[in-house]
């Protein structure tokens, strides 16, 4: 049996979905140049030309474009059998990443109903903030808000609004002490108390915070501790909500610009196990 080099092959087939050597890079976890090498040995491996280079940019020729239809449909098919392969013997658990809000506040029911249909499944999950490598690291998927992920396949799990919310129902928002949520370097489009008292035309002289939380399930805690009232993800805090444990305060919401999402490589589109969990996490 006549084979490629696969590393040249995989390197390839992501080139080639991702429309360039540096995404491909990115997702292997590699260079642009050594993505560059392995496709040059592949093309000297079949003789012929899959990429036309200029400059900064790539194109698949006519030959390219038909080997990669292939390959791409060949190494989805050998990465879905190893998956089933394997998945009844040494079970290895599904390694989901996720933000701390997701983590701790939204994500634990949809755990549940993901346990429900893959009870073989083990699952570990991580917690941390963004920044992550999805293939350096490990992780089969990736929880989070917002941000931008061309080098990988990114669902929309749902769009949120931020509402106010206290632990007292009859707090009032025009003299309740703010609290903030310190949503970090990465992100920069969640609007704080400010935005929205300027938005909704709220008069309020103090807009100073008086804490300020270094993540919403931090910010979930202060408030309920009597600390001040907080702009909150509705779907996000909406368990804590229902359970009454916070308050919705009467007043506007306040729509967030980006959507949380479901981040995976794109070679893994075939894998059952992620099918289930995007299933259980409402991705439609």
Known sequence: MKLPPL???????????????????????????????????????LGLTLFTRRANQVRLTDAGRDYYQRAAVSLAEIASFTEALTEGGTRRPLVISATPALAQ????????????????????????????????????ARLTYGGEHPEHRTQVLFKDRLVPVGADPQADMRSAPLVEVAWGETISSVPGWRAYFAQHGIERQDLSPAVIGQSVPSVVSLVQAGLGIALLPEQVAGGEIRAGRLHRLPGPALEMARPYVLVTAHYKSRSRRLSALAEALGVR
């Open 105 to 140: 506040l939204w994500l634990p029911e949809r755990l549940k109903l993901f346990a429900q249909v893959r009870p073989d499944v083990p699952v570990r999950l991580r917690i941390e903030d963004d920044r992550i490598d999805l293939e350096a690291e490990g992780i089969d």
């Open 7 to 45: 590393n040249a092959l995989r390197a390839f087939e992501c080139a080639a979905r991702a429309g360039s050597f540096s995404a491909a890079g990115a997702e292997l976890g590699v260079s642009s140049a050594a993505v560059s090498m392995q496709v040059k040995n592949l093309e000297e491996w």
